[in-house]
């Protein structure tokens, strides 16, 4: 087995400041030439610069198999857009440019300081393959033309938290119109042993698009922990219970560290089904007009 190769660039460790607060870089001590990323204390990525089809997070490597599944069915591989809604390292963005060269992948980063260090610090593929716009999410998909994206993932933290208005209908619904015919949207939603607010976001999507799928290991899925749980909304149909795609995407989800399951929207255990679906709070009225 040949061994890793090893970088001939300085060594990217250490603490930066970010527009948001700090960047925490530090050596994967399990793996050459590995980096784990951490944004006020959060790890939000990890990079293995000899390996981009390489994912140490189970969630991203969920994605991956989602990805994995779908795309080939339904979208032009030599044509494929993806927009990231959260960036940090781009280790999905490095993942889809690597698996699909003709791709191009657009990161969208609020922190405008991050998403420099991150080009800065890291070998990351370049535009039109990977550009990174320092911008808010909603802001994004709302200016978006319509149907111009393929893909659109949702991994917006602030914290430990998805900030809600990139949780409502009528955020889904400017998703819906940015992706094409055959669209997909695939959203990271952390939660807790409750799962009501996975709940909620699979209601909000399924009000959106047609067809709802879940990703997740069982303990989350049983409400045991707080975890992340993938919500796939798509335009076409996505694999049903006991088909050969379910079947072949539930096999690339065993095959992780930590084992997961993929569920159809219609076959999701009744603690995440019936959520309330979430809307944009009301403008508010400050015209500071008083009653007669």
Known sequence: MRAPKRSSSPSPAGSYPISTGTLEVEADPYRENSWVLSVNGVPSSHLCLDDPLALEFEYMRWIAAALESYVPAHLDITRLRVTHLGGAGCSLARWCAARWPSSRNTVVEFDAQLAALVRELFDLPRAPQLKIRASE???????????????????????????????????????????????????????????????????????????VGVIADPPMLKGRRYGNIIILGAKRPLPGEGSPEAAQLMKSLLGGAVPARYVPGDQLPRRLRGGEVWHDEPASDDSGAEDA
Do not use: M, Q
């Open 137 to 211: 999410a909603r802001e994004v998909i709302a200016r978006a033309r319509p149907a111009s994206r393929d893909i659109v993932i949702r991994d917006v933290f602030a914290g430990a938290r998805t900030p809600r208005h990139v949780c409502t209908a009528e955020f889904a619904k400017e998703v819906a119109a940015s992706l094409s015919e055959a669209g997909l949207y695939v959203l990271n939603c952390g939660d807790h042993a409750d799962l009501e607010g996975a709940a909620a976001e699979i209601a909000t999507v399924g009000a959106v698009f047609p067809s």
